[in-house]
């Protein structure tokens, strides 16, 4: 039953895909809904045997389309869809954006227009779930050029950009906007610079200068799809150092608390009286050092060894600069 109900609702994300951006290939809709494309070449054979008239064209640029001006008739939203409209926009991002004020006028528009039940349950959810993308030290971060690049990306049009990398060189790039990321509280801007996309963090943009010259954004490009696609490849690139050590079981719960990003594995609870083993995977072995030196004697480091020596040389170092011999 709940497989069938899944499969409806596919059918229906197609037709108003379709609808909503004309065409699309197998390989985008496989994309956008998560399925395979033998799938959504099933559902297509579906949707035509019910007399949807979806085709496909042929060719370079083809994909799979609707007949024209064909609407299907399911546009009405029901009453457990149209709460999930007002589900909440993070604050911060509606500030960098400058659009907090939009955002709450069109939620006012829509509340008055909804029946007294939808209307209850989009309350609801107003009421009780609140999003908050900052950090809990948060960074006066200049956000200076975010309205000019949004600006630009509306408009499809080039931006000189001067961008100072992580070497701290400067260097300024002719680019083609193509969208803007929120990840926390950081903005990133996703844009194409010699057939090569690539994502410059907003912070680091020392000067932006958008041009007159327009450029043709690519048909085939999802931001949604390039970024998740993206951080995956860049966690996969992350540097490893692997440990293996004792815990003390009473601090077990609090080895991730905010600040500390190590990935942990327990291996094995209560090994030993009052000890679980655990793996620990750090991308540098000065973050595991710092980390593992701030649970004092509550961490026992069974390998690398030379980390264990490591602590060892820098505990003595700390003793000795605490008795005034350093």
């Known amino acids: 039953m709940l497989g069938e109900k899944m499969r409806i609702n596919r059918l229906f994300s197609i037709l108003l895909n379709l609808q909503l951006h004309e065409q ?6 496989a ?13 297509m054979d579906v949707l035509s045997a019910e007399g949807f008239p979806v085709y496909a064209e042929k060719g370079k640029y083809g994909g799979w389309k609707l007949l024209q001006n064909y609407k299907p008739k399911i546009m009405q939203l029901n009453q457990e869809e149209m709460p999930v409209l ?6 911060k991002i509606q500030q960098d954006l400058g659009i907090k004020k939009e955002v709450e006028l069109a939620q006012m528009k829509l509340l008055s227009i ?41 408009r499809d049009q080039k931006v000189w950009i001067e961008y100072l990398r992580a070497d701290q060189e400067n260097r300024k790039r002719l680019v083609n906007p193509l969208g803007l990321v929120a990840k926390g509280s950081t903005w990133y801007l996703i844009a194409s610079l010699d057939d090569q996309i690539r994502t410059y963090r907003v912070d680091r943009i020392k000067q932006v200068e958008v041009t007159e010259e327009s450029f043709t954004r690519p048909h085939d490009f999802c931001l ?31 080895l991730s608390y905010a600040g500390r990003f190590p990935k942990i594995d327990v291996l ?28 004092g004697a509550k ?9 264990r020596r490591k602590i060892q040389q820098k505990s003595e170092e700390i003793v000795a600069l605490y008795k005034g011999k350093a």
């Open 268 to 295: 094995e609870e209560q090994m030993q009286a009052g000890w679980s083993k655990v793996a620990l995977q750090f991308q540098v072995e000065q973050e595991a050092l710092a980390f593992i030196m701030g649970f």
């Open 24 to 29: 699309l290939t197998t390989k985008e809709l």
């Open 224 to 254: 949604a799809s390039y970024w998740k696609k993206s951080t995956e490849q860049f966690v996969e690139r992350l540097p490893q150092y692997h440990v293996v050590a004792q815990v003390d079981a009473a601090i077990l719960q609090n």
């Open 299 to 307: 961490i026992r480091v069974i390998e690398p060894d030379v980390l």
């Open 114 to 154: 909804l029946p007294q039940k939808t209307r209850k349950d989009a309350e609801y959810m107003l009421e009780r779930i609140h999003l908050d993308s900052s950090h809990w030290h948060p960074t006066k971060k200049d956000q200076v050029f975010l309205a000019s690049l949004q600006n630009a990306l509306w």
């Open 86 to 91: 007002f589900l909440p926009l993070s604050e």
């Open 31 to 43: 994309q956008k809904l998560e399925v395979s494309e033998r799938t959504i070449h099933r559902d």
